[in-house]
């Protein structure tokens, strides 16, 4: 365990290159737009769902 520790910290600090602050901050917005696209997608297919089952248990029980 702890040579899987110390090879893994040794790889972070010899392989691992963090990205600059300018394609840190693109990478932020694209994962913030695709965010709030796939809320919106997840907030559409809910409320069309809610509304379908509204009007099944309506003729159910109707």
């Known amino acids: 365990m702890f040579t899987y520790i110390k090879e893994s910290v040794e790889e972070l600090r010899n392989n691992v290159t963090l990205p600059s602050r300018a394609e840190s901050s693109n990478l932020m917005v694209i ?22 089952i509204k009007s099944y248990f309506n003729f159910v029980l109707n």
């Open 31 to 52: 994962v913030a737009v695709f965010s709030i696209l796939f809320a919106l997608a997840t907030w559409g297919v809910d409320t069309v769902f809610s509304k379908v």
